[in-house]
């Protein structure tokens, strides 16, 4: 891919096998290639950011179930593998007598307990389903096996387009592998380039934009940021423990002169309006440009809203990790007052049971000294 500065005009750089460790290899995961994950192109483009000004961020890999489906019935446990781990779903998981919630809990529970080697994490999906996230960015290659009769996806509550069954005999390397995006950001805000601070430019030349797959990783060729663009301002929210996990909000220019609303606005704090309608041609005009601004207020709220949405999935995934961790931490301490509690009450039965013994021991004493005091 090309990422040219408009200033330096410098193009990235190469990725390589080495910038990602922790996708899985060609040789666990024949179609997953980890100089083309997002963690590898991140850290391509990092790697001339000192020349570029231009800094990117790895997107988390995320696929949602939406439903979870309960027609699969059988004793036994069944397995997923991802990234080339094998998850198994304990037995008794599949009868008939589970419903979809308490199915989900145990596949959420059994993924879960293997995230630290997948490197994926599962939560509830609102619709019932199962969410699969790689929060770093890592690939990520979901399968199960095609020769069970009846198993498929959505027993799992995954995405039927994303998880596939493959027969590990006869085709053991059809897995489809997820890969990740990335986000761009100006680290030089206050770098002089001809579009203004903190401006961008993916593509370069047209045969950069024809030999690049920008939109497989969430780019679009084009010009952005800077001063000639309707961004006045910037929020952005950590989301992740890591690094660099944050989701960047753009605040276009509202005001009476931005690009917004401008064409009908440009002339509020004028002595003298220039955009009216006392006369036909004057209101056609303010109707043409009315038509404008609707059309670019739309689009900054679907922006706006898109980012939104990413904010409130963010916020219930950590709301499920928060509720995981408490119940896990609940657990660990229920089990911990249990074992304390019966060795309490086994010191508390020995102890008694020596009292007893040398009360006997004492009786049996006196006893004995008055019989022979009677002789």
């Known amino acids: 891919m090309g990422l040219n500065d408009v200033n330096s005009s410098v193009s990235s750089g190469f990725t390589v096998p080495g910038y990602d460790t922790v996708s899985p290899p060609g040789g666990i995961v024949a179609t997953s290639n980890p100089a083309a994950s997002a963690i590898s192109i991140a850290s391509a483009i990092n790697a001339k950011e000192a020349s570029t000004g231009v800094k990117a961020i790895a997107n988390p890999v995320v696929t949602m179930g939406n439903s979870l489906d309960t027609t699969f019935i059988s004793p036994n446990g069944e397995s997923v593998y991802i990234n080339g781990k094998q998850v198994s779903i304990p037995a008794g998981t599949f009868l008939a007598t589970k419903n979809s919630q308490q199915r989900q809990s145990a596949i959420l529970s059994a993924?879960?307990?293997?995230?630290?080697?997948?490197g994926v994490t599962a939560t509830p999906s609102q619709g019932g389903g199962v969410t699969l996230t790689a929060v770093d960015g890592r690939n990520v290659s979901i399968w199960f096996d095609s020769g069970v009769s009846g198993l498929s996806a959505g027993?799992?509550?995954m995405n039927a387009n994303d998880v596939k069954g493959i027969n590990p005999v006869t085709s053991p390397n059809g897995q489809t592998t997820l890969y990740g995006t990335v986000t761009l950001a100006s680290a030089t805000p206050n770098a002089p380039t001809p579009m203004g601070p903190g401006s961008i430019v993916v593509g370069?030349?047209?045969d950069a934009v024809s030999q690049a797959n920008f939109s497989s990783l969430g780019l679009v060729a084009g010009s952005y940021g800077?001063?000639?663009?309707d961004r006045v301002g910037r929020l952005s929210f950590q989301?992740?423990?890591e690094a660099n996990q944050t989701i960047s909000i753009d605040l276009p220019d509202f005001g009476p002169d931005g690009s917004i609303t401008g064409p009908i606005t440009s002339d509020a704090n004028a002595g003298t309006p220039t955009v009216g309608i006392s006369t036909s041609n004057g209101a056609q005009n303010v109707l043409s440009q009315l038509d404008k601004v609707m059309n670019n207020v739309n689009a900054a709220s679907s922006r706006m809203g898109a980012i939104i949405n990413r904010l409130s999935y963010t916020i219930s995934n950590i709301a499920n990790v928060s509720s995981n961790t408490t119940?896990?931490?609940?657990a660990i301490q229920d089990t911990d007052y249990a074992a304390a509690s019966t060795a309490l009450s086994t010191a508390q039965i020995v102890q008694q049971a020596a009292t007893?013994?040398?009360a006997q021991a004492n009786t049996s004493q006196q006893s004995v000294l008055k019989l022979l005091q009677g002789g």
């Open 111 to 118: 993924l879960n307990t293997q995230s630290t080697v997948t």
């Open 155 to 157: 027993t799992f509550g």
């Open 204 to 206: 370069g030349s047209a």
């Open 226 to 229: 800077g001063s000639n663009t």
């Open 239 to 241: 989301v992740g423990a």
């Open 327 to 330: 119940q896990s931490l609940s």
């Open 356 to 358: 007893a013994v040398l």
